[in-house]
């Protein structure tokens, strides 16, 4: 499992806990060599230029609006990546909002 997070602290505490974590930096993540890629934070996070490093050959995860345009959909699909939307990975979310709303 390869991880990332914006909080090196969070990291460094992570590496210690669970020893076969491979920690990255966040501008790495994208390039690291895994088989499902799971955005799980920062939305916008898969654009035009992050989908070229990509190795992984599944985007499935929890962060809202993953994307950064409508666009990198298309780009995912040439590259022969399979997409899962974070409307259908992350359908409690989904469920909480609109219970929220009722």
Same mark, same amino acid.
């Given at each position: ?16 806990? %669970? ?42 995860? =929890? ?13 995912? %699909?040439?590259? =022969?990546?399979? %997409? ?8 409690? =979310? ?6 929220? %709303?009722?």
């Amino acid at each position: 499992i390869v991880v990332t997070d914006t909080d090196s602290e969070r990291l460094v505490t992570l590496a210690k806990k %669970y020893k076969t974590l491979k920690v990255v930096e966040p501008a790495d993540i994208f390039a690291a060599d895994v088989d499902i890629f799971a955005p799980c934070a920062l939305a916008g996070a898969l654009s035009p230029h992050t989908v070229q490093s990509l190795k992984a050959r599944l985007v499935v995860g =929890g962060a809202n609006n993953q994307l950064s345009n409508p666009s990198v959909e298309g780009l995912l %699909y040439s590259s =022969g990546i399979v %997409y899962i939307p974070d409307y259908i990975a992350n359908a409690g =979310g989904f469920m909480s909002v609109v219970h929220e %709303y009722e």
